[in-house]
């Protein structure tokens, strides 16, 4: 596999696989959005979560106070984790916001509102403090020049993905089906490396068979659970 430094290289790469076919510039890299979106709304991968961005919050606050993430760069597509002031025992769980009214008075909960950018807390604020806001960054927009998010060895995932976009795949667990047999044994392993990579980034120096026990935010190493 050639270097994949820029997105020209993964397009390069994405017309190989499909049989020397050539496409239009707009046309792949509308394929590559939608694969790079398919990729991070399937777990919170470490290269795309940004950590600690900040809002302040106000004594008095309460459910109905909302606090704008418009200003985020690079933009929110989901919260991981949301804290109050670093404080252990201050995480909240995430309530849809259609349920923030049966919330309001739990201040263990927030909502949010995508649509418009904001997010609430439950409860009412004793005091003036700071949330910690752990997201998943919304892809940008792919363009000949630009850098893929992923590390260079990882950059294929995008070609294969797409590919499998254009095959008929409908969600993430359809992507492999869609691909002939050789480009499935590629993906397959390249899928299983970035997962592993992943794991490792979020568990440290441990070797991933050694993970004791799982959260929400665990992989499974097995390309049989890995949906692909």
């Known amino acids: 596999m050639s270097q994949l430094s820029i997105y020209s290289d993964v397009k390069t ?16 890299y509308d394929l ?14 470490e290269v795309l979560t940004n950590y600690g961005t900040t809002i302040s919050y106000s004594s008095g606050d309460t459910y109905l106070t909302n606090y704008s993430f418009s200003s985020f760069s690079p933009a929110l597509l989901y919260i991981v984790s949301l804290n109050l002031d670093r404080e252990s025992a201050s995480y909240r769980d995430q309530v849809p916001m259609k349920d923030r ?3 309001q008075d739990d201040s263990n909960f927030f909502a949010v509102d995508y649509k418009n950018s904001r997010l609430h807390l439950m409860g009412t604020r004793s005091k003036s ?11 940008t927009y792919p363009v000949a020049s630009g850098t893929p998010p992923w590390p260079q060895a990882f950059r294929a995932i995008t070609a294969f993905v797409a590919a499998g976009i254009l095959k008929g795949a409908v969600d993430a667990d359809d992507i492999s ?12 392993a390249l899928k299983l490396a970035m997962s592993a990579w992943d794991n ?9 068979i050694e993970f004791s026990g799982r959260d929400y935010r665990d992989y499974p190493l097995q ?6």
């Open 200 to 208: 490792r980034l979020r568990k440290g120096n441990k070797h991933p």
């Open 101 to 103: 009214y049966r919330r």
């Open 32 to 45: 590559f959005a939608q694969a790079e979106m398919v990729l991070a709304m399937e777990k919170p991968w």
């Open 13 to 28: 790469f994405f017309e190989g696989i499909m049989d020397d076919a050539s496409f239009g510039e707009d046309f792949v």
């Open 177 to 188: 089906a869609r691909l002939s047999p050789k480009l499935r044994e590629q993906y397959e």
């Open 129 to 139: 403090g700071t949330i910690y806001t752990d997201y998943v960054q919304h892809p």
């Open 223 to 228: 390309s049989t659970d890995l949906g692909v």
